[in-house]
C-alpha cells in the first residue's frame, strides 16, 4: 500500500514569485507519482506525471516536479505565478503494475495574492 | 469538458429523500469510479467497477448504493443520508485490464456539490 503526506493545506504567494508544493510518498514497491489540479468548482485535472526515466517532468502551463526516490519526494514547483493559478493542487500515488488505484493527499490550496 | 460528465452539479436533499447521482464518461474507458471530497480530508476512494463489475466498495454504508449499468455510465443512488455526508462526489474514470499499463492517470468529471439538509 501506499501513502501520500502534503504537509501544506494552505501556502499563500505574492503574484510573479516562486512556489513550491511538498509531496512526500510511501510505498514498498516501485511508483507511479501523479500531481492534480482543481480549480474552484471544477473536477480533478491531470497536471503532471512521472512514470519512468527522466526525474524532472513538466507541464504545459510552466509547473515542473521532481522525482526524487531517495528522499521519497515529487515536490510541484513554479518559477513565477499567476493569479490564474489559485487552485487545490493534489498528489497521488500508485503502485506501477496493472490495476493498482491513486492514492491521494490532502491538498494544498494555493492562493496568488496580487 | 473533460469527457466525464456528472450530474446534476449541485443538490441539497433532506434525511428522508432519495436521489441519484449521474456520471457518464465518452472516452471508451472500462474503469469508473466513485470518490468522496471533504473539507480537509484526502479524496475517499468509494467504489471501483470494472467492466461494469464492482471490484472494490471501500467499507461504504449502505444508505450509498452504486449501479454501473453499462461501460460508459455510473450511478449513486443515496437514500437516508446523514448531514456528514455533505461533500463534493466526483466522478472519475480510467482505461485499466491485464497488459495495459496504469500510467495515464484518472480522467475525473465536475463533481456534485451535495448538501444534506
Known amino acids: 500500500a501506499q501513502s501520500v503526506t502534503q504537509l501544506d493545506s494552505q501556502v499563500p504567494v505574492f503574484e510573479e514569485a516562486p512556489v513550491e508544493l511538498r509531496c512526500n510518498y510511501s510505498?514498498?514497491?516501485?511508483?507511479?507519482l501523479f500531481w492534480y489540479v482543481q480549480y474552484p468548482n471544477q473536477g480533478l485535472q491531470l497536471l503532471l506525471k512521472y512514470l519512468s526515466g527522466s526525474t524532472l517532468v513538466e507541464s504545459i502551463n510552466g509547473f515542473e516536479a521532481e522525482f526524487n526516490k531517495s528522499q521519497t519526494s515529487f515536490h510541484l514547483r513554479k518559477p513565477s505565478v499567476h493569479i490564474s493559478d489559485t487552485a487545490e493542487y493534489f498528489c497521488?500515488?500508485?503502485?506501477?503494475?496493472?490495476?493498482?488505484?491513486?492514492?491521494f493527499g490532502t491538498g494544498t490550496r494555493l492562493t496568488i495574492i496580487p | 469538458e473533460t469527457g466525464v460528465t456528472q450530474t446534476p452539479r449541485h443538490l441539497v436533499m433532506g434525511m428522508t429523500n432519495k436521489k441519484s447521482l449521474k456520471c457518464e464518461q465518452h472516452?471508451?474507458?472500462?474503469?469508473m469510479y466513485w470518490y468522496k471530497q471533504s473539507a480537509k480530508k484526502p479524496l475517499e476512494l468509494m467504489f471501483v467497477y470494472n467492466f461494469k463489475e464492482q471490484t472494490e466498495n471501500n467499507s461504504v454504508p449502505s444508505r450509498f448504493s452504486p449501479e454501473c449499468p453499462n461501460s460508459s455510465h455510473l450511478f449513486l443512488h443515496l437514500h437516508t443520508l446523514q448531514p456528514e455526508d455533505s461533500a463534493l462526489y466526483l466522478c472519475?474514470?480510467?482505461?485499466?485490464?491485464?497488459?495495459?499499463?496504469?500510467?495515464?492517470?484518472?480522467?475525473f468529471g465536475s463533481g456534485t456539490r451535495l448538501t444534506v439538509v
Open positions: 510505498s514498498s514497491v516501485s511508483v507511479y
Open positions: 472519475a474514470s480510467s482505461q485499466e485490464g491485464p497488459g495495459i499499463p496504469f500510467n495515464y492517470g484518472y480522467t
Open positions: 472516452l471508451g474507458h472500462n474503469a
Open positions: 497521488a500515488v500508485s503502485g506501477n503494475f496493472g490495476n493498482e488505484k491513486l492514492t
